[in-house]
């Protein structure tokens, strides 16, 4: 299925889904679906808690995590892309809930520097692409710590 939105690559901040998640990272919060009845984080989001079919509340989190996997992309897939390289695309486990791993970037970071399990920390950077502009979304990123 092709992507058919003017904006893309920025992702779709009026999803359902995802709509909380987009808002809290504009108010510099790291928001991620918790079950109503288990109490556990749900990721990616979905309409219930697959464990038990519990609603889901989005709730802030520390924005504290590891370094789970990353990737240092060094050519351009895509051409928005090309004049962002290279950059580093990662995992990062969740300090709350290291079963939640965010697909996010790493920034302020040589990736000769990165290391499995180094401590990172949430940061809240506008994504922005040359295709498409006069438009960005904030987003969450980290740092090491």
């Not at 580093?88 to 990165?114: H, M």
């Not at 399990?117 to 987003?139: H, K, M, W």
């Amino acid at each position: 299925m092709a992507i058919k939105r003017d904006d893309f690559p920025l992702p779709d901040v009026d999803d359902p889904l995802t709509t909380p998640f987009f808002a809290g990272a504009a108010r510099g919060e790291l928001l991620i679906p918790r079950c109503e009845t288990c109490g556990e984080y749900v990721w990616y989001p979905q309409e219930a808690c697959p464990r038990d079919g519990g609603g889901l509340t989005w709730s802030a989190v520390s924005g504290r995590g590891t370094l789970f996997t990353w990737a240092v992309v060094r050519r351009a897939f895509l051409p928005a892309f090309a004049d962002r390289v290279p950059f580093v695309t990662a995992l990062v486990a969740l300090d709350e809930d290291p079963a939640v791993r965010l697909c996010t970037y790493v920034v302020d970071t040589a990736p000769e520097q990165l290391v499995a399990d180094a401590p990172v920390a949430v940061c809240f950077r506008p994504l922005e692409f040359t295709t498409v502009p006069g438009r960005s979304v904030i987003v969450p990123m980290f740092t090491l710590t």
